[in-house]
């Protein structure tokens, strides 16, 4: 891939200033190449899909609240090549213990039922149920499949084992999203060295962005 060039612009800093890819590249401080990696997506995404929330425009909101999530999974955690959803859902258990949970044997059975035509068997978690079921198909195709979204009928998150349905809160699912960015970023900017959120994060930074 052919190398960006410094008079790109990058984001913002702290400050609010515009950085170049430029002046990102001249930053020999690594906690300050991690807090304009922040600042990066609070600018041209946090901020930007803000307003979705107020409009209450729930599919756009949760896709990009999706999006937000895949996002933080390729800046803190190494890519899987044998497993695909590995990145999103470590981040969606973050966001609630909840999606790191197995699926109950009802659950289970009611689901394999449904998508009897389907090949499930790495679908271990409810994080996995919404990549599968949400995640996917809404950005191929702007269709929920098996996770569905309600302002109404739960305040975070429900789960039918009778119809193996999960349903979401698209304000609940955008904040948390938007709690577990501040604590990954604060948990990398403050780690040590050897700390793996610290270390994917710089080399998301340098080798992803900046080369």
């Known amino acids: 891939m052919k190398r960006l060039p410094d008079e790109g612009i990058f984001g913002r800093n702290s400050k609010n200033d515009v950085v170049t890819y430029g002046d990102v590249r001249k930053i020999t401080d690594d906690t300050e190449l991690i807090d304009v990696l922040r600042c990066r997506l609070e600018t041209y995404l946090n901020n ?7 409009h209450r425009s729930a599919f756009p909101l949760t896709v990009m609240t999706c999006i937000g999530i895949e996002t933080l999974g390729q800046v803190f955690y190494a890519e899987k090549k044998d497993d695909t959803s590995y990145q999103f859902v470590s981040i ?25 035509n389907k090949d499930l ?16 198909t809404m950005i191929h195709g702007f269709q ?6 309600s ?11 009778d119809t193996s349905y999960v349903v979401i809160n698209p304000n609940w699912f955008w904040e948390s999203y938007q709690k577990a960015f501040v604590k990954l970023f604060s948990a990398a900017k403050e780690g040590q060295t050897n700390n ?16």
């Open 151 to 161: 302002y109404e009928m739960t305040e975070t998150i429900m789960i039918d084992e």
């Open 48 to 54: 930007q899909v803000q307003p979705l929330q107020a």
């Open 144 to 149: 929920g499949k098996g996770v569905f979204l």
């Open 196 to 211: 793996p959120l610290r270390a994917n994060s710089l080399i998301y930074i340098k080798k992803f962005l900046l080369e």
């Open 121 to 136: 068997k790495n679908i271990d978690c409810y994080g996995k149920v919404v990549y599968r079921f949400f995640r996917n």
């Open 92 to 116: 969606i258990k973050r966001i609630d213990q909840i999606f790191g949970r197995k699926l109950t044997k009802k659950y289970e059975k009611k689901l394999t039922g449904l998508w009897s």
